[in-house]
C-alpha cells in the first residue's frame, strides 16, 4: 500500500491531514506484528486511521473516544469488533485485560494524562504492550509560521500563532523524551523506547498547508483566480498533492537530530 496515495484519497480535501498520516503509518507498519489481541485503540476516533493502518492484518478487539459523533462513524469500520464510549482517564474495563493498547496522537489531546497512564497500565495484562505516538517538544519550534513571525523579529505574533494552533487543535502540553521516560517509569513501565519521527522540513511544510488550507484558502475561494481550484477533479488534485509532498512523507529525522514527534513504546 502506498501511504501518501491511501491517505490522501481519504481525506482528499485536507492534504496536510493526509500528509501527517501518511507518515504515522509508514512509521507505525513495521512495528505491526508486535500488536497482540486482545488490542485497544485509545482515542480511536472515526475508526479511519485505524482502518489504514490495521486492514486486512489485525482485529481491533475494543475502540473507545468521547466523542459520540465519531464513535458513530468508527461502529462502521469492519475492524472494530465493538467501539464504546469511554474517557481513558477513567475506564470502565477490566484490570489486565488487553495485550496491547494503542494510541495514535491522542495523549496531547487529554488533560489528565498522568491519570490516563495509569489507566493503561491498569487494564494492560503483565508483558502487554503500550505503543502511542504525541508531538514533541519541538513541535512549536518547527512550524513554518512560528519561525516566519520569530525570524521578522515578531514575538508577539509567534506567541499568538502558537496559542491559536493549539486553540485549534486542542493540545494541552509537549513533553521530551526525557519527561516521557520518567512518567512511565513512575507509573510502571518498563523497556521504555522512545524514538524522533517528523523532521522539521516535513513539520514546516505540514504547518505552511495547514494554516493555508483551514482559514487563508477558503476566504481566497470567493475570487475569480482560485475558483479554478475548487472545480479541479479530486483525482487531478491527488496527484498534484503527492507529487508535491512524496518528498516531506519519506523524510526521515537524521541522525543525532530532533523530530516534531515521538514514537513511544513500553510495557508493563
Known amino acids: 500500500m502506498n501511504n501518501l496515495w491511501e491517505t490522501l484519497k481519504k481525506y482528499p480535501q485536507i492534504p496536510s491531514f493526509a500528509l501527517w498520516r501518511a507518515v504515522e503509518l509508514r512509521i507505525l507498519q513495521p512495528l505491526l506484528n508486535e500488536f497482540k489481541n486482545p488490542i485497544l485503540d485509545a482515542g480511536c476516533g472515526d475508526g479511519s486511521f485505524g482502518l489504514l493502518f490495521f486492514q486486512h492484518i489485525k482485529q481491533i478487539d475494543l475502540g473507545i473516544d468521547i466523542d459520540i459523533d465519531m464513535l458513530e462513524m468508527a461502529k462502521m469500520v469492519p475492524i472494530y469488533e465493538k ?27 487529554i488533560p ?12 494492560l495484562q503483565p508483558e502487554g504492550r ?24 515578531r514575538e508577539d505574533k509567534a506567541r499568538e500563532y502558537i496559542k491559536h494552533t493549539d486553540d485549534r487543535h486542542q493540545h494541552y502540553y509537549y513533553m521530551p523524551p526525557e519527561k516521557w521516560t520518567e512518567l512511565l517509569k513512575s507509573t510502571g513501565f518498563k523497556d521504555i523506547e522512545i524514538n524522533y519521527y517528523l523532521p522539521e522540513e516535513t513539520l514546516s ?3 505552511r498547508i495547514e494554516e493555508f488550507y483551514t482559514r487563508e484558502l477558503f476566504t ?11 472545480l479541479t477533479p479530486s483525482f487531478i488534485l ?19 537530530h530532533k523530530g516534531g514527534a515521538l514514537l513511544i513504546k513500553c510495557t508493563k
Open 83 to 109: 467501539v464504546e464510549l469511554i474517557n481513558a482517564c477513567r475506564m470502565t474495563l477490566k484490570d489486565n485485560s488487553f495485550k496491547t493498547v494503542f494510541s495514535n496522537c491522542v495523549f496531547e489531546h
Open 220 to 230: 481566497m475561494l470567493r475570487s475569480y483566480k482560485m475558483r479554478a481550484l475548487s
Open 238 to 256: 491527488r496527484i498534484i498533492w503527492y507529487f508535491y509532498l512524496n518528498s516531506y512523507y519519506k523524510a526521515d529525522v537524521m541522525p543525532g
Open 112 to 123: 489528565c494524562y498522568t491519570d490516563a497512564l495509569k489507566e493503561v497500565y491498569r487494564i
Open 130 to 153: 503500550f505503543i502511542l505516538t504525541v508531538p514533541s517538544e519541538n513541535y512549536h519550534n518547527f512550524l513554518y509560521h512560528y519561525k516566519l513571525y520569530m525570524q521578522m523579529n
Open 205 to 207: 511544510k505540514w504547518d
